[in-house]
C-alpha cells in the first residue's frame, strides 16, 4: 500500500515523501498544511471557489495535455442508491461488532439445540450483514480470532472442569478482539469502548450463571437403578392384589404392594426395586400416624 501511495504521489508530482508516512505511520495534516508541504494541490472553500481555482489548469492524460473550463460549468448532483445508502449504514463498526456477535450465538445455539430453527436463522442473517459490512471495513484479522477463541473458551469451560479459568480467559479474549476488531490505522473509528464492555459483560455474566449450574449440577450425587426410584410417588393403574400395574415417572411398572392389596387409583410410594418390579405402600399408610396424633390427644 506504501509503495502504491508513493507511486501515486510521484505520478502527480506530489510530496510522495509525506504520502507514504501518512500510510506507514498513520500521521495527517490539516488543509493549509498540506498545501504547504506539496501533498495538494490547494485548498478551497466551496464548490463554486473550486471551479474557479480549476479553470484553466493543465492535465495530463493518455499522454495528451488538456485545458480544464470550469468557470462556468454547471454542477449535477447524484445521490447514492437506496443499496448504497444501506451499505454505509450497516459499515458501522459498532454495529458490525453486535452483528458478528449476535452471528455466532444464533449459529452456535442453534447447532447445539437443533430442534430450535429461529436462533440460526437470525444467527445466519446476522452472520450475512456483518460479512457484508466487513468487505467496507478495514477489519484486523487479529481481532477476529480474538473474539472467536473468546466464544471458544467459554463452551470449553462449560465442559471441563476449570472452575471459570476459561471463561476469564474468553473475557480478556473478547475484550481485546472487541478494540484490535478496527484497524484503527486506516478509520480513526474503533468499536465504542462502554458498548464493547457491556456486550463483554453481559456475555459474561451469562456464561458465569450458566458455569454454576453446571459445577452445582456435577456436585449432587449421581443416582442410578434402584436409588433413583425410591421415593417416588404413583398411581395405581390396575389394582394391586398384592400385584399388578403403577404409573410412576410416566411410565407403566409391575409392582407389588406391601401390607395387603390396593384399588386403582391409590397414590403409592416406591419402597425398593426387585428386578424390574416395584415394592410400594400407599402413601396415606406414612401420613396415618401424624392424623393419629390429635385424636389420641384428645381421648
Known amino acids: 500500500a506504501a509503495a502504491y501511495a508513493r507511486a501515486l504521489a510521484t505520478l502527480h508530482h506530489h510530496n510522495a515523501d509525506w504520502v507514504e508516512k501518512a500510510v506507514r505511520q498513520s500521521i495527517n495534516a490539516p488543509a493549509d498544511e498540506a498545501v504547504q508541504l506539496g501533498v495538494v494541490d490547494f485548498e478551497s472553500r466551496d464548490i463554486d471557489t473550486l471551479l474557479q481555482d480549476l479553470d484553466g489548469r493543465q492535465v495530463s492524460k493518455g499522454g495528451r495535455s488538456y485545458t480544464l473550463q470550469t468557470a462556468y460549468a454547471g454542477i449535477e448532483r447524484v445521490d447514492m442508491s437506496g443499496f448504497d445508502q444501506f451499505l454505509e449504514a450497516v459499515a458501522d463498526p459498532n454495529l458490525v461488532y453486535l452483528l458478528f456477535l449476535l452471528a455466532i450465538i444464533g449459529i452456535g445455539f442453534w447447532v447445539t439445540h437443533p430442534g430450535l430453527v429461529l436462533p440460526g436463522v437470525v444467527g445466519v442473517i446476522a452472520g450475512l450483514l456483518a460479512a457484508l459490512s466487513l468487505f467496507n471495513l478495514p477489519i484486523n484479522i487479529a481481532g477476529l480470532l480474538l ?19 476459561l471463561t476469564t480467559g474468553g473475557i480478556i479474549a473478547m475484550t481485546l478482539g472487541g478494540l484490535f476488531l478496527i484497524n484503527t490505522g486506516f478509520l480513526s473509528e474503533a468499536v465504542n469502548l462502554p458498548l464493547l464492555l457491556i456486550t463483554v459483560l453481559s456475555i459474561a455474566g451469562i456464561f458465569f450463571f450458566i458455569l454454576q449450574k453446571v459445577i452445582a449440577a456435577r456436585r449432587q450425587p449421581y443416582a442410578a437403578g434402584e436409588e433413583s426410584m425410591v421415593g417416588h410417588v404413583g398411581t395405581v393403574r390396575e389394582s394391586l392384589n398384592p400385584d399388578g400395574m403403577v404409573f410412576v415417572d410416566g411410565a407403566l411398572w409391575q409392582a407389588t404392594a406391601i401390607g395387603g392389596s390396593l384399588p386403582a387409583g391409590t397414590q403409592v410410594r416406591v419402597l425398593g426395586l426387585d ?7 400407599p402413601v396415606q399408610q406414612q401420613q396415618s400416624p401424624l392424623a393419629e396424633g390429635p385424636q389420641a390427644a384428645s381421648s
Open 275 to 281: 428386578g424390574l418390579r416395584l415394592r410400594v405402600e
Open 147 to 165: 473474539i472467536l477463541l473468546a466464544i471458544l473458551l467459554f463452551i470449553v469451560d462449560l465442559k471441563a472442569v476449570t472452575h471459570g479459568v
